[in-house]
């Protein structure tokens, strides 16, 4: 979901004031126990402040605003109903409660106070949701009156004005008063000069896409000089999947269409997570690496251990990947033979065969519980491949790839599992299935998106699903 940097401003805004709110509960938790504890006819011993369990306030006060956020809590809040506001506080604090549940026991801090612990989080989400409620009552008394609301022309064509308030929707034009349509095509940009000093405007919106570049600059000239916002919708670009973003390459603006994910601490964590899970991987399954090395050398002597085969890497640039062999020494050879004699399973470039005659029994058997896999670790700590992503096809596939939107999945690090392998390995056979897989797993791209592959991965391998 794309914001504006005043929605993103609001949003952190109220981050602060709610971990601000989170703190405040479990400080009157803590100061209520007494009391609750004398209430109950029940000793007091210890210390009763919060200050004995502060590690909560260390998980709850920073990690609330986060996760709510997740959960959408801060967006839209002029349209959220109740129901909607209480159904995203209940989903946000049961991960928090699970969160310190978790560390509580990691760290085995005995001196957890559950009363702290239950009325803390019950005044968390009595505040929270006064304040969401309080919020949503002054945004929209707020944009009742003109006042309240921001002044802003649009200029362009008829047409674009329309199609510009169309597409942005009511949940944006309501809080603006529209002073003015002003039709760029056929009045002068002197009357835009005139209109701008009789009317109190913030920002003045260019919906450009018939406009002449040449008037629309004369436009922006005329706004810069008296110091008003000039936006411009940059929908003379058609992109249906590219994401807009402003970037400088040097001190030269640049408008970015990316159609990737943008590099973010999401991505870092990304990158960190496969150069450590790489090698505690091979770390812990090194004595599986001997037992395939061995089985490899006794099953079919004549061959290496390990197969190595050039494979497209991120925006097609060639690596060598590196597998357990678990076919004859000459498998590549005999691959011509093997799809006239056999066909192919898989519609498209990729060639998949259940029950390939160039796989000897122990490769078989590698190759069922995904062993065959293990020395791709190594691409991954070298950086060529990534714990998750599309999977990485021979050169030869790809320069065979029938549609030009196939060398999308390529935009990415190939990585060893995706949604592909974490479904149930090899129950696709159209090729265009599988790219679109790949697809939506690139637009919809999240660092928990990547951990929910993983944890699906584990049983397809452990059970062997669908592996060939």
Known sequence: MFLSRKDSFTIQTLQLADAFLVWLAFWTAGELRPLLLELS?????GNNEISTMSWVLYIAVPFTPLVLE??????????????????QLLKGLLVIGLLIGMFSLLAKLVDA??????????FVFLLLFVRDRLTRIWMKNRMS????????????????????????????????????????????????????????????????????????????????????????????????????AFDAVGSKPMLVLRSTPELSWELMCKGLMDLVGSALF??????????????????????????????????????KMWKFRTMVPNAEQLLQ???????????????????????????AFLRKFSIDEFPQFINVFAGDMSLVGPRPLPLYEVEAFGEMSHRRRLSVKPGITCEWQAGGRNKITSFDEW?????????NWSLGLDIRILLKTIPAVLFGHGAK
Not at 70 to 87: C, L
Not at 309 to 314: D, L
Not at 435 to 443: F, G, T
Request: aromatic share 10%.
């Open 435 to 443: 790219v679109k897989m790949d697809l939506r797993y690139i637009d």
């Open 282 to 319: 091979i770390i812990a399954t090194s004595p599986l690496w001997v037992v395939a090395a061995i089985g490899i050398k006794i099953s079919s002597p004549e061959g290496p251990i390990f197969f190595s085969q050039m494979r497209a890497g991120r925006y097609g640039k060639p690596f």
């Open 337 to 363: 033979k093997t799809k006239d004699d056999h066909g192919n399973q898989m519609e498209g470039p990729v060639f998949k065969l259940d029950r390939d005659p160039r796989i000897f029994p122990f490769g």
């Open 113 to 122: 106070r559950r009363l702290i612990l239950g009325f803390g989080l019950l």
């Open 145 to 244: 009156s003109e006042q309240g609301r921001e002044q802003v022309i649009i200029a362009g064509t008829p047409e674009e004005v329309e199609a510009l308030i169309a597409d942005v929707g009511p949940d944006i034009t309501s809080d603006w008063n529209v002073v003015e349509r002003f039709d760029l095509a056929n009045r002068p940009v002197k009357d835009l000069y005139e209109l701008l000093k009789a009317k109190s405007v913030g920002r003045v919106l260019f919906a450009t896409k018939n406009s002449e570049f040449e008037k629309v600059a004369r436009a922006v000239e005329a706004c810069e000089l008296q110091g008003v916002e000039a936006w411009i919708a940059a929908s003379f670009i058609r992109s249906q999947i590219a994401r807009p």
């Open 70 to 87: 997740r959960f959408g809590f801060y967006h839209r809040i002029r349209q959220k109903m109740p129901r909607q506001a209480i159904s």
């Open 41 to 45: 006819h029940r000793s007091i011993s």
